[in-house]
């Protein structure tokens, strides 16, 4: 047993006893530091509202369909904050295409998944 934890580490540690009041008190700090880097980590309003301006400055052609195709989404990649940065993978791209003749992605596609994620994340942080 002690081999394997040496090998992957331990993926389980007891909670502190009760009595230890150091222990304990270092726990909920350690949550609470955790928490917060995780919500500095979510979209602002503003951030998201930059990310939509941007995918509808790169649209690609013809512009009516208010898509994208991979090449123009690389370019937004590459201006959006690094927060923003995460959302932009080839696997999300491939995840949405639809058959587009022109190999794009609707707008609007990506940026409700965008939202359903950092949604998804802030209840996660509200939960804990």
């Known amino acids: 047993s002690s081999g394997i934890n040496a090998e992957y580490g331990c993926f389980y540690t007891a909670l502190p006893p ?18 917060t880097r995780k919500s500095a980590a979510l ?7 930059k990310l939509l301006d941007l995918l509808e400055d ?8 208010r898509m994208i195709n991979f090449e123009d989404y690389l370019k937004v990649k590459d201006q959006v904050s690094p927060k923003c940065k ?14 587009d003749p022109h190999g794009r992605i609707a707008i609007v596609e990506f940026f409700l998944y965008v939202m359903r994620k950092v949604w998804l994340q802030q209840s996660r942080i509200g939960l804990s």
């Open 86 to 99: 995460d959302y932009f993978s080839a696997i999300t791209f491939s995840k949405l295409y639809k058959k």
């Open 58 to 65: 790169n649209l690609s052609p013809p512009v009516e369909d």
């Open 18 to 35: 009760e009595q230890d009041l150091i222990l304990q008190k270092l726990r909920e700090e350690s949550r609470a530091a955790f928490l």
């Open 43 to 49: 979209l602002e309003n503003e951030e998201l509202q």
